[in-house]
């Protein structure tokens, strides 16, 4: 499986200390070199500016082609990059979280999946609990919708109901 990441999935995985499900997930994951600009910016906290300082072996980094994308306008370096990336490597999985992003990569075709996705599939495959991984989450300036939180939450409920009947 071909996945290509851009900058917040890996910024809130390293956040909350879970960056480490990737690999058993998706083996390899490839990130352009905007992406770890982003995070090495300043901005960033030193934790994640320290994993982009020295990637794990699983991180492959990529320098994307000049490329234009459609209806860039509103996204980030990262973004394009990411999208550059999976477009070139015909990637089966794109990890992201911003909505004009995830809008721009469905345009090309491309499967997209948000960091509450990643969770999810790391806790249904037993390599994290859901709901720990979500409250630290929320420690973080994460946002997403009260609507979609419930939605993974109530999919996390089903396997334990489910259980008990």
Known sequence: MT????TSPLNYLLLIGEVRVLPPLFGLVHLPG??????????????????????PDWACLHTVSSAPLTAAANLHPGEIEAILLATEMRANLLLMDELDGRAAARAVGLKVIRTLGVL?????????DFRGALQRLGATNFRASTRLVGEFLRRDDLPRRQAKS
């Open 3 to 6: 996945v290509v990441t851009n």
């Open 34 to 55: 905007a992406v770890r600009a982003e995070l090495s910016a300043p901005a960033a906290t030193e934790a994640v500016r320290a994993w982009a300082a020295a990637p």
């Open 120 to 128: 999810e599939l790391a806790a249904v495959r037993g390599l994290l």
